[in-house]
T-cell receptor
Framework: AQSVSQHNHHVILSEAASLELGCNYSYGGTVNLFWYVQYPGQHLQLLLKYFSGDPLVKGIKGFEAEFIKSKFSFNLRKPSVQWSDTAEYFCAVTPLNTGFQKLVFGTGTRLLVSP | EADIYQTPRYLVIGTGKKITLECSQTMGHDKMYWYQQDPGMELHLIHYSYGVNSTEKGDLSSESTVSRIRTEHFPLTLESARPSHTSQYLC????????????FGNGTRLTVT
């Protein structure tokens, strides 16, 4: 069975700092990868996803993630964070082209951006 | 904006009570899901449905049950709540295509005393 590791449980940054959140997965086959975000008091929403093609994926609000197959990683990055990026970020993986019933989430990283 | 609604948002209830957590979506999605999330832990799938009269158990064993009598409605029931059921319950839905996004509700935070 696949699993997802998010090594940073809490991250605190100042505005304009660069962000990189780690995500590693374990699964022997081809996967679809996701990053979800949950802003305070709001529902989980999709930030970006990788299905195939260019391993550098652009998402909403200036976020991007790079799929490195050899490292089983899908790290999330943003060059310059804003206070409004304060949220909890979840990495998730599912075997290629299967439905969400096989989706596995990481434990999440809570990001606090101080103004 | 998500068009998936969960009620109640918060629920504190005593042991032994029967509870139903409501989930409705207005997007016409066939697929719906229930996840359970404890603080600092992963979301775990406890139930899913591919359509009306279809329900399946997820990877995490749960004493809860679900029903899918209407496309838009996917309630979760606990016949006899226990403190071990204290958790956050998230409902989600998705379209037919495997790459259609997963839409989440705001969740129900359940506390059983």
């Amino acid at each position: 069975a696949q699993s997802v590791s998010q090594h940073n449980h809490h991250v605190i940054l100042s505005e304009a700092a660069s962000l990189e959140l780690g995500c590693n997965y374990s699964y022997g086959g081809t996967v679809n990868l996701f990053w979800y975000v949950q802003y305070p008091g709001q529902h989980l929403q999709l930030l970006l996803k990788y299905f195939s093609g260019d391993p550098l994926v652009k998402g909403i609000k200036g976020f991007e993630a790079e799929f490195i197959k050899s490292k089983f990683s899908f790290n999330l990055r943003k060059p310059s964070v804003q206070w409004s990026d304060t949220a909890e970020y979840f990495c998730a993986v599912t075997p290629l082209n299967t439905g969400f019933q096989k989706l596995v989430f990481g434990t999440g990283t809570r990001l606090l951006v101080s103004p | 904006e998500a068009d998936i609604y969960q009620t109640p948002r918060y629920l504190v209830i005593g042991t032994g009570k029967k509870i139903t957590l409501e989930c409705s979506q207005t997007m016409g999605h066939d697929k719906m899901y229930w996840y359970q999330q404890d603080p600092g832990m992963e979301l775990h799938l406890i139930h899913y449905s591919y359509g009306v009269n279809s329900t399946e158990k997820g990877d995490l064993s749960s004493e809860s049950t679900v029903s899918r009598i209407r496309t838009e409605h996917f309630p979760l029931t606990l016949e006899s709540a226990r403190p071990s059921h204290t958790s956050q319950y998230l409902c989600a839905s998705s379209g037919v295509s495997y790459n259609s996004p997963l839409h989440f509700g705001n969740g129900t935070r359940l506390t059983v005393t």
